[in-house]
């Protein structure tokens, strides 16, 4: 992975009160509750650091494309991945417990590390459940063929039917609203 560090002290104690920020991130795969995402084409970052009445922001729009599979069907997809980081860097030493709440970046050097900004705005924001296509039609639950390449062979009785799709769980609360 490429490390991007900026100085703060271009835009904190210059003239300059934004710098535009162009650059571009190497990462293999991303560890996103225990799956392996990976990481096709390196993220892509455009974006500006600025100071605004003594505050410091980065803003940034990243793309890039990413392979995984679908959360209904297992099949292996790749999706473009989109997303903005929009967050204000304080130093540790104006940090306090109201500013922790917000999207805040702490650092303690006037150097920071925009990888690892960029980094934990990806893996923030990525969807809970990818999927193939929004009418993924996921897996039989008796013989887990794919349900989207046709209808499996399996025999499901009534009560298959009626509770197929339905966390087990909650089959119990399923049947006490039938029975009122």
Not at 71 to 98: M, P, Q, W
């Amino acid at each position: 992975m490429n490390i991007l560090k900026f100085d703060l002290t271009e835009i904190k104690h210059n003239n300059s009160t934004k710098k535009d920020i162009d650059f571009t991130i190497e990462l293999e795969h991303i560890n996103y509750n225990g799956d392996l995402i990976k990481v096709v084409t390196p993220a892509n970052v455009i974006g500006v650091l600025y100071d605004l009445e003594g505050k410091t922001f980065f803003v940034a729009d990243v793309k890039t494309k990413m392979r995984t599979k679908c959360s209904r069907c297992l099949k292996g997809i790749d999706f473009n991945y989109n997303t903005n980081v929009n967050i204000e860097l304080i130093h540790e030493d104006n940090a306090n417990e109201e500013k922790l709440n917000e999207d805040v970046y702490i650092y303690n050097d006037i150097i920071i590390n925009l990888d690892e900004i960029v980094e934990e705005a990806i893996i923030t924001n990525i969807p809970m459940k990818i999927l193939c296509t929004n009418d993924c039609r996921g897996l039989c639950t008796q013989c887990g063929k794919n349900l989207n390449d046709g209808a499996c062979n399996c025999e499901l009785t009534e009560s298959d039917i009626e509770t197929e799709g339905i966390d087990p769980r909650l089959l119990k609360l399923k049947q006490f609203f039938k029975n009122e």
